[in-house]
């Protein structure tokens, strides 16, 4: 099975900026789109970024400003730096990967982030 795994989680004062970074196990041709979600205890998942084989990013409100999503196409990898980080970013974080055609959607099994002083 071919798997995304996350690293980079952990706990982080507010303020303190955090990498999260994201892996395919296996090389993966043409993944259009990377991205990272999040889901609080209670909560439904919900989208913090995405970007696009072709550079295109988008963030939700909350993560515009402060987070900056990234990858590399060669290597199969995305990161999320998330600078000025608050207590209202706590979650789990899900690494996701989307290829259209051989169509193929994979999920991380999640990183905890806790941001707490």
């Known amino acids: 099975q071919v798997q995304l795994v996350e690293s980079g989680g952990g706990l982080v004062q507010p303020g303190e900026s955090l990498r999260l970074s994201c892996a395919a196990s296996?090389?993966?041709?043409?993944?259009?789109?990377m991205g990272w979600y999040r889901q609080a205890p209670g909560k439904e998942r919900e989208l913090v970024a995405l970007?696009?084989?072709?550079?295109?990013?988008n963030y939700a409100d909350s993560a515009k400003g402060r987070f900056t999503i990234s990858r590399d196409n060669a290597k199969n990898t995305v990161a999320l730096q998330m600078n000025d980080p608050k207590p209202e970013d706590t979650a789990v974080y899900y690494c996701h990967a989307d290829r259209a055609w051989p169509r193929l959607v994979l999920w991380g099994q999640g990183t905890q982030v806790t941001v707490s002083s």
């Open positions: 296996a090389s993966i041709l043409n993944i259009n789109v």
């Open positions: 970007i696009s084989s072709g550079g295109n990013r």
